[in-house]
């Protein structure tokens, strides 16, 4: 999913091409893509966009008299841009808005299609729609502190939580906390005043460099293949694969759609975290350090050897 970095990347690039020009109308191609029935989508063709940002993780397009699209990708979401006269081929995008300077087309992976628009009319429809989380680039420690510690969740889950903190989603809590050496299980009101200095660093300075990174990538034009370039993430996605500072191998945390990837050794002690469903399953054989399942991984290879 489109996070914080990536949708910064968004906005950057949509401001410089739409601001200012006409939306000269919408085709929507999935029925269940629009989720209000008013204002209706004729009321914004003919409307010159006034302002584009982010609202935790939406992309908001502002329009004349106070008219707005409300984009949320989700999982598979991704937007394309197309220069005026070079508009998609074939028919495989959910969505087209065409401006007078391009196109620019909405495409969702999966069968699954959750990505939603809404339109809202004035601040307060606008504003239904922020979950009240903290934007952490633009807060003090005192400020982050105090949110942290309101309520007592696992570090994931209130990184995680929208309504404590804006923008932050499954790949980016895992490379905080590998950054911060915190482990994901750690209860947020247990952090002594180190911990938790530590984590608000880590999380300001690879938001920051994240955003870097999908500019960067952009090279000028518009963001493309958005989450390849989270290959050079640390431990998100890179399960089995080794730690980039340790050697060790990444670990996993499933739980129904998610995954929490983490590095005993760099987060945990060398403690391994019990898997909702493998642990269950294996109960007593379930490795409960790094040092234990190295030791069971070697024994295996040993006994399928010549």
């Known amino acids: 999913m489109p996070e914080l970095p990536e949708l910064e990347g968004y906005v950057e ?4 091409r739409i601001m200012g020009e006409k939306l000269a109308g919408i085709e929507l191609r999935h029925p269940f893509l629009l989720r209000t029935v008013e204002p209706a989508p004729r009321e914004v063709e003919g409307k010159v966009v006034r302002g584009v940002r982010r609202i935790g993780k ?6 004349d008299d106070d ?4 984009l949320h990708l989700m999982l598979g979401g991704r937007l394309h841009w197309h220069e005026a006269g070079r508009g998609p081929k074939g028919r495989g995008h959910l969505a087209a808005f065409t401006f007078s300077s391009g196109m620019l087309t909405l495409t969702e992976f999966g069968t699954k299609k959750r990505a939603s628009l809404h339109i809202a009319r004035g601040p307060d429809a606008v504003q239904a729609f922020d979950r009240g989380g903290l934007e952490l680039l633009d807060a003090d420690l005192n400020a982050f502190r105090r949110v942290l510690t309101s309520r007592n969740h696992t570090l994931k889950r209130a990184l995680t939580d929208p309504t404590l903190f804006s923008g932050i989603g499954n790949a980016y809590s895992d490379e905080i906390l590998h950054r911060a050496r915190l482990s994901p299980a ?21 938001l920051r460099e994240w955003i870097t990174r999908v500019h960067d990538g952009a090279r000028g034009g518009f963001p493309k293949e958005i989450n390849a ?7 998100h996605g890179r399960y089995g694969q080794a730690c980039p500072d340790c050697g060790s191998l990444v670990q996993r945390i499933r739980y129904a759609e998610t995954e929490t990837n983490y590095c005993a050794r760099c987060q945990t002690g060398g403690r391994l975290l019990a898997d909702r469903s493998l642990s269950r399953l294996l109960k007593k054989d379930w490795p409960r350090t790094l040092e234990e399942l190295e030791e069971r991984a070697s024994t295996i290879v040993q006994r ?3």
Do not use: F, K
Not at 67 to 70: A, Q
Not at 186 to 206: F, M, N, P
Not at 229 to 235: D, G, I, L, N
């Open 304 to 306: 399928s050897g010549p």
């Open 229 to 235: 370039s989270r290959v050079a993430m640390a431990v």
């Open 67 to 70: 008219l707005w699209l409300m």
């Open 186 to 206: 750690t209860l947020s009101q247990r952090l002594s005043d180190e911990e938790t200095g530590r984590l608000y660093l880590a999380a300001r300075e690879l």
């Open 58 to 63: 939406r992309l908001a397009i502002g329009l």
């Open 13 to 16: 690039a949509l401001t410089g």
